[in-house]
């Protein structure tokens, strides 16, 4: 008994339990987490003075007007959709090829899952840096495969000086680091469909393809969604690899929606600007996330 | 027919292995820069083997500027992190899993909410907040965000592992005296072993990594973690990439061997967030 002295009934002691249990994590929460949100959202109506003392000025909705009318956040707004859905399928499609393929071997399934997911566990920082690396210019590795070895270019690619492909090493190392986690999902997933389905559907003589279609697919919907959802939120949170591949440039054509927030708020010190773009991202995500959920997912599969 | 089965196979191991390379290729021209002892000279056509391999660069990040400093700042915020993450997660999880109480509802809901909005919408009061509270620069302040920062997901997964945990052994520990904190301690931690391996796995190896927190609180170059450090690195020797290669291999060296020491735990823990969705 957590109260000797004091006979509580079950009930009561249950609910003390329970806080005991839940405040110190509570607490954490919503000092550093919860408070913080909220506070953003405040902010993001006012001109946040710089000098901690001096009023801050209530301006309402004027942030959010200045973002629909700053062709930066435009720019970053594209490129924040365009790393999302040209990621996303990226990574879907190639690791659900993979996990297809392993989940047929008989050997060596955990040893290519491991191998897969080797480029998920590596910090972004250090893969970011690598691929600046790959596609540095002229003498890069990544000039040098598509000028000496595939002979599809006719001169080296100056990669990060033009707006056009500055973006291109980004998409790619988005698409290279994910699929190891799509591909782990999916394999686990490929492994619950019982074998009988396809030999059932072989007597019938169906193809490959229509047992792909017809059982595979069906059955790993709820893990489709739930990776897409993921992915979708996971690209919207794109950040650490444009600040350090191209720091958002030249001239500000690559940067992202995080991106553009964190140089508003923390080179130009415009806080109540920064918060604004921050809870733009935020009510994107929720939104598209609520949707995909609802209206992807059969009725049965929400609970 | 033998021969063609035995022929698909063969080519189903080649797409495989294929896309492994893929993969794994970078990090071995990683190793084999870091291996170049003079990689600024940028050698044409790049070369996958190093004329002279050398560990010199190693041995250069390795005592270079204060580099031991923050490989141990890094263990030491990821470590402490993990231990407190891991506790008041399975706390609460506990609570949400097994409790009854007012309010338990309202706040499960606002923690799958927060679980969708990202971990930068907030940087921005944090980072006032941090320096309000005489956080920053201060390595416990960056703790003390991560562990607030990871609770509502790690919160969510184990309180989906204690829900699947039988409850009759509970009752008998009531009936016995026992209290909740009892079941907690000696029901609930030792059956959820294998859960609570994965939360501290995926925990520490996000705290390792995390890149921008750190790059916004700590500005005092002992304080800094790996990763800000690395990026400082980059920043500072932009054109020696056999020092930055061989910087980054030191901290992402532990992390793989972490990694496939107790890759079951991993592929647990990631299936169990898909499959319950």
Redesign the interface.
């Known amino acids: 008994?957590?109260f000797p002295s004091v006979r509580l009934s079950r009930?009561s002691?249950?609910?003390i339990?329970?806080?005991?249990?839940?405040l110190?994590?509570?607490l954490?929460?919503v000092?550093?987490?919860?408070?913080?949100?909220i506070?953003?959202l405040q902010?993001s109506f006012y001109e946040w003075s710089v000098m901690p003392g001096d009023p801050n000025e209530f301006i309402g909705l004027v942030n959010y007007s200045r973002a629909l009318r700053d062709p930066i956040v435009a720019v970053s707004m594209r490129n924040t959709v365009l790393y999302t859905i040209i990621t996303v399928p990226g990574q879907m499609i190639?690791a659900f090829f993979?996990a297809f393929?392993?989940d047929?071997?008989a050997r060596g399934k955990?040893f290519?899952?491991?191998?897969?997911?080797?480029?998920v566990?590596?910090?972004?920082?250090?893969?970011s840096?690598?691929?600046r690396?790959?596609f540095?210019s002229p003498?890069?590795?990544i000039n040098?495969i598509l000028l000496?070895i595939l002979h599809v270019i006719q001169q080296p690619i100056a990669w990060f000086r033009e707006p056009a492909t500055a973006f291109i090493p980004i998409l790619v190392l988005g698409i290279?680091k994910g699929?190891?986690?799509s591909m782990?999902?999916f394999l686990?997933?490929l492994q619950t469909i019982p074998k009988e389905f396809y030999d059932a559907a072989a007597i019938d003589g169906a193809t490959a393809w229509r047992k792909l279609i017809s059982i595979t697919l069906p059955l790993i919907r709820?893990?489709l969604?739930?990776?897409l959802v993921m992915l979708m939120?996971g690209g919207?949170?794109v950040?650490?690899s444009v600040v350090?591949i191209t720091n958002g440039g030249p001239a500000q054509s690559t940067e992202v929606i995080?991106s553009y927030?964190?140089h508003q708020?923390?080179d130009y010190i415009d806080?109540g600007y920064?918060?604004a773009l921050?809870?733009i991202?935020?009510i994107i995500?929720?939104t598209v996330?609520y949707l995909q959920i609802r209206f992807l997912r059969r009725p049965e599969?929400i609970s | 027919m033998r021969i063609r089965k035995s022929l698909q196979?063969g080519i189903?191991?080649i797409?495989?292995i294929g896309?492994?390379i893929?993969?794994?290729l970078?990090?071995v021209?990683?190793i084999s820069?870091s291996l170049k002892e003079y990689s600024f000279i940028?050698d044409?056509?790049?070369r996958l083997i190093p004329e002279e391999p050398s560990l010199n660069n190693f041995i250069k990040a390795w005592l270079s500027s204060n580099f031991q400093q923050y490989f141990k700042n890094s263990l030491f915020v990821a470590s402490i992190s993990v231990i407190l993450v891991v506790l008041?997660?399975a706390?609460?999880a506990?609570?949400?899993a097994r409790?009854?109480?007012?309010g338990?509802d309202a706040?499960f809901y606002?923690?799958l909410?927060?679980l969708?909005?990202?971990?930068?919408?907030?940087?921005?009061?944090?980072?006032?907040?941090a320096k309000e509270l005489g956080l920053r620069n201060s390595l416990w302040g960056l703790i003390?965000?991560y562990?607030?920062?990871s609770?509502?997901f790690n919160?969510f997964l184990l309180r989906g592992f204690f829900e699947t945990l039988p409850s009759e052994l509970e009752d008998a520990i009531l009936i016995d005296g026992g209290?909740?904190?009892t079941i907690?301690i000696k029901m609930i931690l030792p059956l959820s072993k294998p859960a609570l391996a994965t939360v501290s796995i995926f925990s520490f190896?996000g705290f390792?990594?995390e890149?921008?927190l750190a790059l916004?609180f700590i500005d005092d170059p002992g304080r800094r973690t790996l990763?800000v450090a690395?990026?400082t690195f980059?920043g500072q020797h932009a054109t020696d990439?056999g020092l930055?290669?061989a910087a980054?291999l030191i901290?992402?060296v532990p992390?793989?061997i972490v990694?496939?020491s107790m890759?079951r735990y991993?592929?647990g823990g990631?299936?169990s967030g898909?499959?319950k969705?």
């Open positions: 008994m957590i009930r002691q249950q609910v339990s329970a806080w005991v249990f839940i110190p994590g509570l954490l929460y000092i550093f987490l919860i408070y913080p949100i506070k953003a902010m190639l993979f393929l392993v047929k071997v955990i290519f899952r491991t191998l897969y997911y080797i480029p566990i590596t910090s972004w920082v250090v893969v840096i690598l691929f690396y790959f540095q003498k890069g590795l040098h000496d290279w699929i190891g986690w782990v999902i686990a997933a709820p893990t969604v739930f990776t939120i919207f949170n950040f650490i350090l995080l927030m964190y708020a923390f806080f920064g918060a921050a809870f991202v935020a995500i929720v996330s599969e | 196979t189903l191991y797409v495989i896309g492994a893929n993969l794994i970078p990090f021209w990683m820069t940028l044409y056509p790049p008041f997660s706390m609460m506990y609570a949400f409790l009854e109480f007012p338990k706040i606002s923690i909410l927060v969708m909005i990202p971990n930068m919408v907030g940087i921005i009061p944090q980072f006032l907040l003390l965000f562990v607030s920062g609770i509502p919160t209290n909740y904190f907690f190896l390792w990594d890149y921008i916004t990763p690395i990026a980059y990439w930055v290669f980054s901290a992402v992390v793989m990694f496939i890759q991993f592929v990631l299936t898909a499959f969705g």
